[in-house]
């Protein structure tokens, strides 16, 4: 049973428009979410993050929109450039649990 | 420097062969952490530690043994390899237990004839 899902495999986006990548959860008990990016070949970087007590999160380009009633949340990154190419991948976690359950990724393809 | 290091990075064998991978890292974080990454490209958890404590072993074949060390190493032996074992694995660290910001290491590639 997949706890975090992510419905798109990808994503293709013009440079300089937005990017947007969803994320689903069902698991009522996650109360922190984080978003990573994965180049090939190399291991997921950190992205940003959000805790269930927000509903926002904005790092330069990049803003995290968590909504809870709909277990849902989402990565904005506007503008999208070449360079943010790579599988994108929404983890969520609960306090205590010690662990964090991954989505299976979105690809996402900058196009010059 | 790296911050989080594995070797090998690629790793063919045949079944039933028994292999390690080892993993360091130099960011003096408490925590660290074994993941698979199958080929439908789920990233899953296996193990745990905790300054050289398990904390968490989810429901893996008893074949992989973690090995901490210290809390700078991670080390992962898996026995009597199987097929169904070929996958991408990741180490990662984080200063402490349960924080979500982890530093992943690039990965071992392990292929299993």
């Known amino acids: 049973d997949q706890q975090v899902k992510q419905n798109s495999p990808s994503l293709s986006v013009q440079e300089g428009r937005i990017s947007i990548l969803n994320c689903d959860y069902t698991?009522?008990?996650?109360?922190?979410f984080l978003w990573y990016k994965k180049y090939p070949a190399e291991g997921p970087t950190f992205l940003i993050s959000?805790?269930?007590?927000?509903d926002k999160n904005e790092d330069g380009r990049f803003t995290v929109f968590l909504n809870k009633s709909a277990k849902h949340l989402s990565l904005h990154i506007v503008p999208s450039q070449p360079g943010d190419s790579a599988v994108y991948f929404c983890?969520?976690?609960?306090?205590?649990?010690?662990?964090?359950?991954f989505g299976t990724g979105t690809r996402l393809k900058v196009l010059a | 420097d790296t911050a989080v290091s594995q070797t090998p990075k690629y790793l063919v064998t045949q079944m039933g062969n028994d292999k390690s991978i080892k993993c360091e890292q130099n960011?003096?974080?408490?925590?660290m952490y074994w993941y698979k990454q199958d080929s439908k490209k789920f990233l899953k958890i296996m193990f745990s530690?905790?300054?050289?404590?398990?904390?968490i072993n989810e429901t893996v074949p008893n074949r992989f043994s973690p090995k901490s060390p210290d809390k700078a190493h991670l080390n992962l032996h898996i026995n009597s390899l199987e097929l169904g074992d070929s996958a991408v694995y990741f180490c990662?660290?984080?200063?402490?237990?349960?924080?979500?910001?982890?530093?992943f290491g690039p990965g071992t590639r392990l292929t299993v004839t």
């Open positions: 990662a660290s984080s200063r402490r237990q349960g924080e979500g910001e982890q530093y």
């Open positions: 698991n009522s008990m996650f109360d922190y």
């Open positions: 959000i805790s269930s007590i927000k």
């Open positions: 983890a969520a976690g609960g306090s205590g649990t010690y662990k964090y359950i």
């Open positions: 960011l003096g974080h408490d925590t």
């Open positions: 530690y905790n300054n050289k404590e398990l904390i």
